[in-house]
């Protein structure tokens, strides 16, 4: 059937990282990141978690009264995700394009949902090759973030006692200049709000200004 825009975006998801490894065989890793992560500190943390694993997944880590969720929207977020340049690596990302596209769309329907669904099985056939993701602050978004204590030690932002990664800004929208739609169906306490997206929305501020500026001189 005819995909959306956004259905089509997950269906490529896959085939981002075989089409670099085809492109330069060399590259050992490829780390598939979502448009709407900030980093908050290395992103290498994460990375490194994988070590001599073949793929890196991160949880959605929904919180005590939201574990629901994960029937609707799966145990994994495809957000930040690493593939190794092995032949598990390989295996495991041919067989997802494929099944992203023969299905990928934005609705429930035989327990799969867009590109994200289809990774519930990767643990029953990638056991040994499969690291699942244990810092709470790789991939912090809206639906988990609610369970942490969000503090600021100098410039470095904690979820607990782990320096947060990156966040993820899911529903945020741009409305104007200086005008934003943080998140819908969510609370977001003072502490979330004044460390975690107040300095997000100051260097998008910039960033637009900085384009305007620019078309200016241009």
Request: glycine fraction near 6%; charge should be neutral; proline fraction near 4%.
């Amino acid at each position: 059937g005819i995909r959306n825009p956004i259905e089509y975006y997950w269906t490529c998801t896959p085939s981002f990282p075989l089409y670099i490894f085809k492109k330069d065989p060399k590259i050992k890793l490829v780390t598939y990141l979502d448009g709407d992560l900030y980093f908050y500190s290395d992103a290498t943390t994460g990375v490194d978690e994988l070590k001599n694993g073949s793929m890196l997944v991160a949880e959605h880590k929904f919180p005590k009264g939201l574990e629901h969720l994960s029937k609707d929207s799966g145990v994994f977020n495809v957000a930040f995700n690493v593939f190794r340049n092995d032949e598990v690596g390989i295996k495991c990302l041919k067989r997802w394009r494929d099944q992203c596209l023969d299905w990928c769309y934005w609705k429930m329907e035989d327990g799969k949902l867009g590109d994200q669904m289809y990774l519930d099985e990767w643990p029953k056939l990638y056991k040994n090759s499969l690291v699942v993701s244990k810092n709470i602050g790789v991939d912090v978004a809206p639906w988990n973030v609610s369970q942490y204590k969000i503090t600021k030690i100098n410039e470095d932002v904690f979820i607990n006692n782990k320096k947060l990664v990156c966040y993820h800004f899911a529903q945020f929208q741009i409305l104007g200049q200086e005008n934003f739609s943080r998140v819908l169906g969510f609370t977001l306490s003072k502490d979330v709000v004044k460390y975690i997206y107040e300095p997000y929305e100051e260097e998008l501020k910039k960033a637009m200004q900085e384009k305007d500026s620019f078309k200016l001189s241009v």
